[in-house]
Nanobody
């Protein structure tokens, strides 16, 4: 089986910064696209940022120029550096990874989420 675990969430003041991490582990052959999604109360889950295995990135307009996604392929880990945080960024942040597991086809895996709260 595969485990996808997020970390780094917490409470931060507006204008502050947080760095989220997401590590995939298990019987992994290859990790393809990885991304961060978020879901606020009463809203649908939305894409925040994504990165391919080759390093191509994509950001939601609401976070572009404030957030930076990166990855360490040797560690099967994706990061989200969040700067200039706003109260509107408050949400549960979920990691998603497309992973090829030994003996099967590649599928998407979700982490359990980490809470980010931006408040004075």
């Amino acid at each position: 089986q595969v485990q996808v675990v997020e970390s780094g969430g917490g409470l931060v003041q507006p204008g502050g910064s947080l760095r989220l991490s997401c590590a995939a582990s298990g019987d992994i052959v290859s990790v393809y696209d990885m991304g961060w999604y978020r879901q606020a109360p009463g809203k649908q889950r939305e894409l925040v940022a994504a990165i391919t295995s080759g390093g191509f990135t994509n950001y939601a307009d609401s976070v572009k120029d404030r957030f930076t996604i990166s990855r360490d392929n040797a560690k099967n880990t994706v990061y989200l550096q969040m700067n200039s945080l706003k109260p509107e960024d408050t949400a549960v942040y979920y990691c998603n990874a497309e992973i090829k597991v030994i003996g099967t086809i590649r599928v998407h895996y979700w982490g359990q989420g980490t809470q980010v709260t931006v408040s004075s």
